[in-house]
């Protein structure tokens, strides 16, 4: 969730209003991704900001539309023989293209800004720098690097059907505990991207974790995937993620858009190479 700097006029004031979840989840689409989601009705247009206090319950449902490419991607590459590493590649590359790599931006900014500034004002000032850094450029490398191992070894091991349900998995779940550390952490600055959204409530953020939780027991069951590497990634991405709050706290005061897209990466990352680790594959 990159932290680019929004027209807070365009934020829906007043008493939060739920859309439904058909017209929710479009709405989530067009954040989170580039796909292409028409003017919706009673819009007065389709570039204007979301309303997040309650719209973001149906982040998972949204997640699992914006996964589908790079899951049809990595099934058509199974099912040609590809090799598990260039499958896994040319999966993670359509899932960025995607989204347009918008919570890689935020992981790289994220990691120019904590580690590149001595000062809360100027690591936000750098991680407003659409330029990318010695760190940032080092955390991409690695999300990718990791992402793209775990995801060939979970292909190696079960096939293509639980490469690609690991997935849809992590795609719900690494989007919904970004949403909790959007509802939960105050934001770092007034003016950012995240500060005007609005902060979703702790329904909103629970009903998220919620439905993720259960397509991921679904997911694990259905494809075969280990029920102890599904514990281990949750339990992993929750570690992850609470280090990255305090971490963002102490050094910002709070949580930004960038903060949200590392969050988001690093869920990722955390819930793959848990299924990974439980195959045992991952070492091989």
């Known amino acids: 969730m990159a932290d680019a700097p929004p027209d807070i006029s365009e934020f829906p004031a007043g008493r939060p209003h739920w859309p439904g979840w058909l017209i929710a989840t479009a709405i989530c689409i067009r954040f989170y991704s580039r796909l292409p989601v028409p003017r919706l009705p009673g819009e007065d247009s389709a570039h204007g900001l979301p309303d997040f206090r309650l719209v973001p319950r149906a982040v998972p449902l ?47 900014d994220t990691a120019d800004g904590l ?49 690609a349900a690991a997935l849809l998995i992590a795609a719900p779940w690494s989007r919904a505990t970004a949403l909790y550390l959007l509802a939960t952490e105050p934001p770092a600055r007034s003016s950012g991207a995240s500060a005007a959204v609005g902060q979703p409530t702790a329904a909103t ?38 280090g990255l709050a305090r971490l963002g706290r102490r050094l910002i005061g709070g949580q930004t858009g960038d903060i949200l897209g590392a969050a988001q990466q690093l869920a990722e990352i955390a819930l793959t190479c848990g299924l990974a680790f439980a195959l045992g594959s991952a070492w091989q």
Do not use: C, N
Request: proline residues 4%.
């Open 62 to 108: 949204a997640a699992l539309v914006i996964a589908l490419p790079a899951t049809l991607v990595l099934l058509a590459a199974g099912a040609a023989g590809i090799s598990p590493p260039l499958a896994a590649a040319l999966a993670v590359t359509v899932a960025a293209l995607t989204t347009g790599a918008f919570h890689e931006d935020g992981l790289a």
């Open 115 to 163: 580690f590149g500034g001595h000062t809360p004002e100027r690591r936000l000032e750098i991680m407003k720098d659409s330029r990318v850094g010695t760190f940032g450029a080092m955390a991409l490398g690695l999300s990718l690097l990791l992402r793209v191992t775990a995801l060939a070894a979970i292909l190696q091991a079960l096939g293509s059907l639980a490469a």
């Open 205 to 242: 953020a629970w009903t998220a974790l919620a439905l993720s939780v259960a397509f991921a027991v679904a997911g694990t069951l259905a494809a075969g995937l280990p029920g102890s590497g599904l514990a281990l990634g949750l339990a992993l991405s929750v570690l992850v993620l609470a």
